[in-house]
């Protein structure tokens, strides 16, 4: 009786795990939770596509192009006379994939490296940390068009752009989460671990990783927003997405005609608003996340 | 800080070989010979393509080839473009001066919007003025400055018909007149803006913190105590010590007008080296390719040192070795 007493007055707070206060601490996040919710539409909207609307995008229709926004049309048709909101869901598609695909290998391979390099350290750390180093030092943007536009024929199309950015992208990671672990590994319930005979991969995966995932889960959301505009960008200019593939940055290729530039706004705006209002929305979470998970912020 | 000079630039020569295998082994790669911007594509006659093949040694074995085209890199003869049919060096010359141009000019911008800007918001921090550059900056750092630039060139040159969208000087003008010069301002300084966003953003928002964090400490409260004037204060004691930082930001400027310089030239096809490197691709036009890439390379490389080094000889405190 006493105790169940005593624990109802306890404060709940005093109990809570990490992980809690964390998640209260962004729950309470206006402009995070308002960002969360418009990413979770967009996401949802885009992967729901083929079933929301049931136009065909390839189609041609030699008919309706270029028209301005109607009810038929909510976004208009583009010069093939597509439907623009059509294009822009299948779009999201696209490219909400290839920032989360390259987000995903990027985290995996980047982790891998870091905390092997921050771990072991000597040897091991100096090749490691040197070959990143390399892959740091190319001029990202050149190097992916050069890659891009020598294996494009060869493999198909999303997936080889996935491959390259991930693969001259992952440097930035490893290099934070080494930097981590070199500082966590300091730690005396490490020797602790270590002097009991845990083995090096047990230390790793169970004692060191949950202590610098809170940095991993916010260069994640960070990384995501870039990986969208990196897929935009290049598409855009014509080193992404296979042309016949709807992304957000293959629909704003059409602005690089002055005609559709100046006079049919309706055909580039929405993409372009479309991928400012993600990044945006990522960023929002971004800070929203780094604020909750540190522990010395009381916001 | 001489001797960590000279070891840094002693290590970038492994990194340099590294990259240039890359670069070679890329142009290896691709469809046809990268180099061959010499073989007359008219004559299709077997005999002669073979002996130009031999005289161009595309039959030497591929380490020999690596080490002949090398060798040219440093002296300065990185082949033929197949496109323009001139020598590559004479075209990156002849373009790098619009690219040098438009980045001296971006950073300008850079340099005096961050300094109003982060200079405004430091002195009143969390005022109405603070949070709207605040804004401002957020939206700097999030949008990508391709989606930027297509909107600038809506709004200020089709819409508002304030600048041009197009080119780097318009054709009518005479070279070398002030009408010139102020033609070439003209096309450049929306480009500019566009590619400066970022940096200005990121030069703003460590101002505006630095001054706030300077504002509290005990030099700042002797000054007042000794009753300086307010604006001595600021214009004088905190600025000279939040500006030297800046400094540092400049290696990491060149890093990013690099990659800035491609899409935003495209885009506002303007004749620098990042549009000639987006032709160059698209028309397979592979020596070019091969010298730009470098090109970038080394400046990257180049760029990280300066921003090792200034870091060393601005806050003496970091240990270099």
Redesign the interface.
């Known amino acids: 009786m006493n105790t169940e007493q005593a624990s109802i007055k306890a404060p709940k707070r005093k109990n809570s795990s990490p992980w809690a206060i964390a998640r209260r601490k962004f729950f309470h996040n206006k402009l995070a939770m308002i960002s969360s919710v418009f990413l979770m539409t967009v996401i949802i909207l885009s992967f729901l596509a083929p079933y929301i609307t049931t136009v065909d995008i390839s189609r041609v229709n030699i008919g309706e192009t270029s028209l301005t926004p109607s009810s038929d049309h909510w976004l208009g048709t583009d010069q093939s006379g597509r439907d623009v909101f059509t294009r822009l869901l299948y779009g999201g598609r696209v490219s909400l994939t290839v920032g989360m695909s390259v987000t995903a290998i990027v985290v995996v391979f980047g982790t891998l490296i870091g905390s092997i390099a921050g771990y072991f350290g000597g040897f091991v750390d100096n090749i490691l940390m040197r070959f990143t180093d390399f892959i740091l030092n190319f001029p990202f943007l050149v190097f992916v068009i050069v890659l891009s536009s020598l294996l494009f024929g060869h493999v198909s199309g999303v997936w080889v752009l996935i491959a390259v950015i991930s693969g001259l992208s992952w440097g930035g990671v490893a290099r934070i989460v080494r930097s981590k672990i070199l500082a966590e590994k300091e730690n005396e319930y490490i020797l602790a671990a270590e002097s009991i005979g845990t083995s090096s991969a047990k230390i790793i995966t169970r004692h060191l990783l949950p202590n610098v995932l809170s940095t991993i889960i916010v260069q994640a959301t960070l990384l995501f927003a870039t990986m969208i505009v990196a897929e935009a960008g290049l598409s855009y200019l014509g080193f992404g997405v296979p042309q016949e593939v709807p992304s957000w940055g293959n629909m704003l290729t059409s602005s690089r005609q002055p005609d559709v530039l100046q006079n049919k706004p309706w055909i580039w705006i929405p993409p372009g608003l479309a991928i400012v209002f993600t990044i945006l929305s990522i960023n929002f979470i971004g800070e929203g996340l780094k604020d909750a998970l540190n522990p010395k912020s009381n916001r | 800080m001489l001797k960590y000079s000279l070891r840094r630039i002693l290590g970038m020569i492994p990194?340099l070989f590294?990259?240039s295998i890359v670069v070679f082994s890329?142009a290896k790669?691709?469809p046809g010979d990268a180099l061959g911007g010499e073989i007359d594509p008219l004559n299709t006659d077997p005999e002669y393509i073979e002996e130009m093949r031999e005289k161009l040694g595309y039959n030497d074995p591929i380490v020999v080839q690596y080490f002949d085209w090398v060798t040219g890199f440093v002296q300065g003869d990185f082949g033929q473009s197949v496109k323009y049919k001139m020598d590559v060096s004479d075209l990156i010359l002849e373009k790098l001066p619009n690219t040098i141009f438009l980045g001296m000019m971006s950073l300008l911008i850079t340099y005096v919007l961050a300094l109003i800007m982060g200079i405004y918001a430091g002195r009143k921090p969390y005022t109405v003025g603070d949070h709207l550059i605040g804004g401002l900056n957020?939206?700097g750092?999030?949008?990508?400055s391709?989606?930027a630039a297509?909107?600038a060139?809506?709004f200020f040159s089709?819409q508002l018909n304030w600048f041009p969208?197009n080119g780097s000087v318009d054709i009518m003008v005479q070279e070398g007149t002030l009408d010139y010069w102020l033609s070439r301002l003209h096309h450049v300084i929306l480009p500019a803006i566009v590619l400066g966003a970022l940096s200005t953003a990121s030069y703003t928002q460590f101002l505006r913190n630095d001054i706030i964090d300077n504002s509290r400490r005990d030099f700042v409260r002797t000054a007042r105590a000794k009753g300086t004037s307010r604006s001595k204060i600021y214009n004088v004691h905190i600025l000279r010590n939040s500006i030297i930082p800046l400094v540092t930001f400049l290696g990491f400027d060149i890093?990013s007008i690099?990659?800035g310089a491609?899409?935003t030239e495209?885009?506002f096809t303007y004749p620098g080296i990042g549009q000639l490197?987006?032709n160059s691709?698209?028309s397979r036009d592979y020596s070019v390719?091969m010298a730009?890439?470098m090109m970038?390379?080394c400046?990257?490389?180049v760029g990280?040192l300066i921003a090792d080094i200034l870091y060393g000889i601005v806050d003496p405190r970091i240990r270099l070795d």
């Open positions: 990194m590294l990259i890329l790669l691709m957020y939206l750092l999030a949008i990508p391709f989606v297509i909107f060139i809506y089709f969208s890093v690099i990659g491609v899409i495209t885009i490197f987006v691709v698209s390719v730009i890439t970038f390379s400046l990257v490389l990280n």
